[in-house]
């Protein structure tokens, strides 16, 4: 007499499980793949938003997260993203690019970027 109850109560347990389970989703890859698609749309606003609402800074993540292979920075001078390009490199260390890896990347392969000019000014080169 007890049965069909447990039955009814079991069964739409299973169901409800079963509609209801989705693969646990990594908070850092979504402000990772965020990150990027702010970036590639060249939109500073969002960016900024997003990394204080998350509370991130730039210098904290530049060396983590990679854009389609590239750092932040390149990934800003390969969408031709100016304004968030710049927005990177106001808020990374000067040590950060000094070395002139990036320079020398975006002159081998985006010689005409508006950020070589930044990135340079900003190094001190």
């Known amino acids: 007499m007890f049965k069909l109850p447990k039955l009814v109560a079991l069964t739409a347990v299973v169901a409800v499980?079963?509609?209801?389970?989705?693969?646990?989703?990594?908070?850092?890859d979504q402000l990772a793949v965020s990150i990027c698609e702010y970036i590639?749309?060249?939109?500073?606003?969002?960016?900024?938003?997003?990394?204080k609402s998350s509370r991130v800074k730039i210098r904290n993540i530049y060396d983590a997260v990679q854009c389609n292979g590239n750092n932040l920075l390149r990934h800003a001078v390969a969408s031709n993203a100016v304004d968030t390009g710049e927005y990177i490199v106001k808020n990374?260390?000067?040590?950060?690019?000094?070395?002139?890896?990036?320079?020398?990347?975006?002159?081998?392969?985006?010689?005409?970027?508006?950020?070589?000019?930044?990135?340079?000014?900003?190094?001190?080169?």
């Open 17 to 28: 499980s079963s509609f209801s389970y989705t693969a646990p989703a990594n908070a850092e």
């Open 40 to 51: 590639a749309a060249d939109d500073k606003n969002r960016l900024r938003s997003k990394l």
């Open 92 to 125: 990374l260390s000067k040590s950060a690019l000094t070395d002139g890896a990036d320079i020398a990347w975006a002159e081998g392969n985006f010689a005409s970027s508006p950020l070589i000019a930044v990135i340079k000014d900003r190094a001190g080169l």
